[in-house]
T-cell receptor
Framework: EPEVTQTPSHQVTQMGQEVILRCVPI?????FYWYRQILGQKVEFLVS????????KSEIFDDQFSVERPDGSNFTLKIRSTKLEDSAMYFC???????????????FGPGTRLTVT | AQKITQTQPGMFVQEKEAVTLDCTYD???????LFWYKQPSSGEMIFLIY??????QNATEGRYSLNFQKARKSANLVISASQLGDSAMYFC????????????FGPGTRLSVLP
């Protein structure tokens, strides 16, 4: 069964450093997402990406964040200058093109745990 | 603003018993989808079940069923015949069909199945 993959599984970085989290969505999916989950808290939407551009983003997704689909298979999340509060689990997800009433769920990757020290 | 409420931070259930996890949602949109995900201690998010706002019948997937009461804006998850492997966090989520495609998640309910 196809699955979303994410690398690395755990990333430790120092405050102020740039990090890139990588995701390989399911190959025939068209919508891509990043979510984050601070330890013990709920999953929060960051950004959605469709047709090579951001389709929606939340207030969390400020100028420190960017996303890219550099080569048609990878989908990356970059944090330019990490802060302590960026420590969280970051989930990538993908879904087929959805229309009204479609039951397509978002397929989540296993997550990357980011620890900022 | 769209919001999902899960009022039970933690639940206990005896193995082989049924359990209901509560979820209420708030939206003025008419077209939306409701989802339940399971997050075991390993951290991954596992899709369980989906209910569309226009679906007249409650969704079922194996031991999972969704008690959908549209007028009350509730979408409770029912797990029948609980198993030890059901111990996990459970998240209710909503997707608005006419407002992007992202999910809004509830705070989750931690279910513990007792032997």
């Amino acid at each position: 069964e196809p699955e979303v993959t994410q690398t690395p599984s755990h990333q430790v970085t120092q405050m102020g450093q740039e990090v890139i989290l990588r995701c390989v969505p399911i190959s025939n999916h068209l919508y891509f997402y990043w979510y984050r989950q601070i330890l013990g808290q709920k999953v929060e939407f960051l950004v959605s990406f469709y047709n090579n551009e951001i389709s929606e983003k939340s207030e969390i997704f400020d100028d420190q964040f960017s996303v890219e689909r550099p080569d048609g298979s990878n989908f990356t999340l970059k944090i330019r200058s990490t802060k302590l509060e960026d420590s969280a689990m970051y989930f990538c997800a993908s879904s087929p093109l959805m229309g009204q009433g479609d039951s397509y769920e978002q397929y989540f990757g296993p997550g990357t745990r980011l620890t900022v020290t | 603003a769209q919001k999902i409420t899960q009022t039970q931070p933690g639940m206990f259930v005896q193995e082989k018993e049924a359990v209901t996890l509560d979820c209420t949602y708030d939206t003025s949109d008419q077209s939306y989808g409701l989802f339940w995900y399971k997050q075991p201690s390993s951290g991954e998010m596992i899709f369980l079940i989906y209910q569309g706002s226009y679906d007249e019948q409650n969704a079922t997937e194996g031991r999972y069923s969704l008690n959908f009461q549209k007028a009350r804006k509730s979408a409770n998850l029912v797990i029948s015949a609980s198993q030890l492997g059901d111990s996990a966090m459970y998240f209710c989520a909503m997707r608005l069909d006419n407002y992007g495609q992202n999910f809004v998640f509830g705070p989750g309910t931690r279910l513990s199945v007792l032997p």
